[in-house]
């Protein structure tokens, strides 16, 4: 029998299940709420509640939005012909950070992984298919910026193959290798590899 209320039990539970949450986490987190002020504990739950009605997917990009578009779909000054292609939204955030983006974006929402059951038709490719052949009379380029696991390259590979049908469009996918301030004795293997193939002309 637990010593602790079932109230509080459940909310550990439900904690535990966040990524990267463990049990002792999930329990410091619970008694950090528990001593929180009724004014903090009912904004956190007013946030979670309002994320259903106030959050959806860009029609568009699949991005997360308030609206029909995403704010970057949305924005006018944006290069509607230069689209980058990522795995998650949290991606976008990053590429954002950089700031050296000034083109749109489209989601997948994943990758191909078989382990997993997931498959092109449970990605949004079919979407970025029908988009980029609905501009075809456009010079549209297409960045594949999935990540440089295994799952990611399979899924980079595929969809290049499916925009190679489409005329005209050039596909192009992004550099991976060493980072700024790195030390090439501690880059495992696929890095080493990527940086080697990202060479570039030295200016």
Not at 33 to 44: C, F, H, M, N, Y
Not at 85 to 96: H, R, S
Not at 197 to 203: L, T
């Amino acid at each position: 029998m637990s010593i602790l209320p079932k109230t509080l039990r459940k909310l550990i539970e439900e904690l535990n299940k966040l990524p990267g949450i463990g049990p002792k986490t999930a329990s410091r987190l619970a008694f950090f709420l528990l001593r929180a002020s009724p004014t903090d504990r009912s904004q956190l739950a007013g946030a979670l509640s309002d994320l259903s009605a106030g959050v959806r997917f860009c029609q568009r990009c699949h991005n997360l939005a308030e609206r029909e578009l995403c704010g970057i779909c949305a924005d006018l000054s944006r290069d509607e012909n230069l689209i980058c292609v990522v795995e998650e939204p949290l991606d976008v955030v990053a590429l954002e950070q950089g700031r050296a983006m000034n083109g749109v974006y489209h989601v997948l929402g994943g990758v191909i992984s078989p382990i997993d059951g997931v498959g092109p038709e449970h990605l949004q490719i079919a979407s970025l298919l029908t988009r980029v052949k609905n501009s075809a009379d456009k010079k549209i380029e297409v960045i594949i910026a999935t990540n440089p696991s295994l799952e990611g390259e399979s899924t980079a590979r595929y969809i290049a193959k499916e925009l190679k049908k489409i005329p005209g469009v050039k596909i192009t996918r992004i550099a991976h290798g060493l980072p700024i301030g790195g030390d090439i004795e501690y880059a495992d293997e696929l890095t080493i590899a990527k940086a080697l193939e990202g060479r570039r002309d030295y200016e």
